[in-house]
C-alpha cells in the first residue's frame, strides 16, 4: 500500500490549461493501476480517468474525453492528467488513486490508496 499526494491545482480561466501531479511514498505504482476522482462541492466524488498497469490503456468518463489526458511515468512513481480547455463544471477537488489489481475501474471501492486531493477552480 502507497501513500499519495497530489499537486498542480490551482484557478484558471475557461479554456486554460492544468496538469496536476501525484506522487506515490511508502512503496511504487508497480502492478497498481492509477485513476483521477473529483468532488464538486456538496457533490458525491467521481470518476474521471484512469491508467492500467500492464498496458497502460487509458479510460476516460465521456464529459472529459478529447479535453483531458493520463499517464504515467513509473521510474518516478508519478501519474499525470493533463487537463485542456478547461469549463467551469471541472472544478472540483481532485483526488489520485491506485489500485492493486491494476485494472483501473472506475469502481471507487477497487481503490486502496488516495491522495489527499487538490483543488481546482475554473472561473467564466
Known amino acids: 500500500q502507497v501513500q499519495l499526494v497530489e499537486s498542480g491545482g490551482g484557478l484558471v480561466q475557461a479554456g486554460g490549461s492544468l496538469r496536476l501531479s501525484c506522487t506515490a511514498s511508502?512503496?511504487?505504482?508497480?502492478?497498481?493501476?492509477l485513476g483521477w476522482f473529483r468532488q464538486a462541492p456538496e457533490k458525491e466524488r467521481h470518476f474521471v480517468a484512469s491508467i492500467t498497469w500492464s498496458t497502460r490503456t487509458q479510460y476516460y468518463t465521456d464529459s472529459v474525453k478529447g479535453r483531458f489526458t493520463i499517464s504515467r511515468d513509473n521510474a518516478k512513481n508519478t501519474v499525470y492528467l493533463q487537463m485542456n480547455s478547461l469549463k467551469p463544471e471541472d472544478t472540483a477537488v481532485y483526488y489520485c488513486?491506485?489500485?492493486?489489481?491494476?485494472?483501473?475501474?472506475?469502481?471507487?471501492?477497487?481503490?486502496?490508496?488516495w491522495g489527499p486531493g487538490t483543488q481546482v477552480t475554473v472561473s467564466s
Open positions: 488513486a491506485a489500485d492493486k489489481y491494476g485494472g483501473g475501474t472506475s469502481h471507487q471501492p477497487d481503490y486502496d490508496s
Open positions: 511508502g512503496g511504487t505504482f508497480s502492478n497498481y493501476a
